[in-house]
Each structure stands twice: as C-alpha cells, then as structure tokens.
C-alpha cells in the first residue's frame, strides 16, 4: 500500500515501521513474508503485546492478527487463521524488531 493512499488512522499505526518488502532481519526466519491474502475485511497485520497465565504465572506473549483500522475490530474475533511465526527459535522479539519487519505492533 503506497502511504498516499493510507488513512490517518492507518498511517499512525505504521508510524515508525519499515515497509520493505521483502522484510529483513538477522532473527527472521529465512525467506518468510507476510501472508499475501488476509482474512476478507482485514489488510493489516499487527503484532500485539498481551498478558496471558502459563502455570499459574503471568506473562506476556506476542500474537498476531489482522485489524481493521475503520472499525478496530480483530479478524480473529470473527475468522480463523493461521500466521506462521517469522522469528526463529528462541527469538523474543521487542517491539522495535516488528517494525523492521514491516508489521506495526501494538501493545
């Protein structure tokens, strides 16, 4: 998507992102892209930060899903999915490393 043609809300959440395509990173798992074809309604993939309870513990975990930035609505409220993971093994990624890799997080 050419930034001329993104919304204000679309533009702010790509704020700070790199948008080469393909994406690079030394932790990203070789030869991975984004999906080219998202759940109907829903162009852009994001990373979200949220908590979760593993063993009685609570942490935080990296998801990812599609937002509709008119409507902020997830597409896994509604569809089901399957995003392979672009880090390799082994690999937490901050904040910043989703937006090398083109994909706006939320947290």
């Known amino acids: ?3 001329s043609e993104m919304t204000k809300g679309e533009a702010e959440i790509y704020k700070g992102v790199d948008r080469t395509y393909p994406p690079q990173h ?4 070789a030869g991975w ?3 080219v074809v998202p ?3 829903f162009k852009h993939l ?3 930060l949220g908590p979760v309870t ?3 513990k609570r942490a935080y975990l990296w998801v990812l899903d599609y937002l509709n930035t008119e409507t902020a609505v997830f597409a896994s409220e509604d569809h089901e999915f399957d995003v392979p993971w672009p880090w390799v093994p082994g690999f937490a990624p901050q904040p910043h490393d989703w937006d090398a890799i ?3 997080h939320l947290t």
Request: no cysteine.
């Open 26 to 29: 030394e932790r990203l798992i």
């Open 33 to 35: 892209v984004p999906p």
């Open 102 to 104: 083109g994909i706006p």
């Open 39 to 41: 759940p109907e309604g």
């Open 1 to 3: 998507m050419d930034t």
């Open 46 to 48: 994001v990373a979200i």
């Open 54 to 56: 593993v063993e009685g």
